[in-house]
């Protein structure tokens, strides 16, 4: 009884119990808002280029001229934005059937290759990431 009455005073080692028992759950809710903020950016850097190149393929006449002005502005640009492969996105062009006046552009993103899916994390959105920007013929 009085060793039992002892170690239920001592306080030595409560801190590092805590902390063991806290720190997984912290580590886990730090890692998930680091994957979220690099998919987010990544997200929001693919929405950017699909703007870009639907802007871009205004300039063409006809959906072939557009293919080839948004694959020509994706090849000469440096797409600058931080986590993009430009080798793991993918384009299509399409016009819209029911507005002959509009045409959308989408950008695929195969997001696989990015360090955030070997990170230890709740769970995350998928790995193909597609946006799209559709843009008015004629600018009226």
């Known amino acids: 009884m009085h060793a039992l009455s002892r170690l239920s005073k001592d306080r030595a080692g409560t801190s590092a119990l805590e902390f063991a028992i806290i720190a997984p759950l912290f580590f886990l809710a730090l890692f998930t808002l680091i994957a979220y903020g690099v ?7 693919v929405q950017q280029i699909a703007a870009d190149a639907a802007r871009t393929a205004v300039a063409g006449l006809n ?14 640009s440096q797409l600058d934005y931080s986590f993009i492969n430009r080798r793991k996105i993918k384009v299509l062009v399409t016009e819209d059937p029911n507005n002959p006046d509009q045409f959308t552009v989408t950008i695929s993103y195969d997001s696989s290759d990015l ?13 193909k990431i597609e946006r799209y920007a559709t843009v008015r013929v004629g600018g009226y």
């Open 63 to 76: 959906p072939a001229e557009r293919v080839t002005l948004v694959n020509r502005y994706l090849t000469a």
């Open 39 to 45: 998919y987010l950016s990544v997200t929001h850097s």
């Open 115 to 127: 360090p955030i899916w070997k990170l230890f994390t709740f769970a995350l959105p998928q790995e």
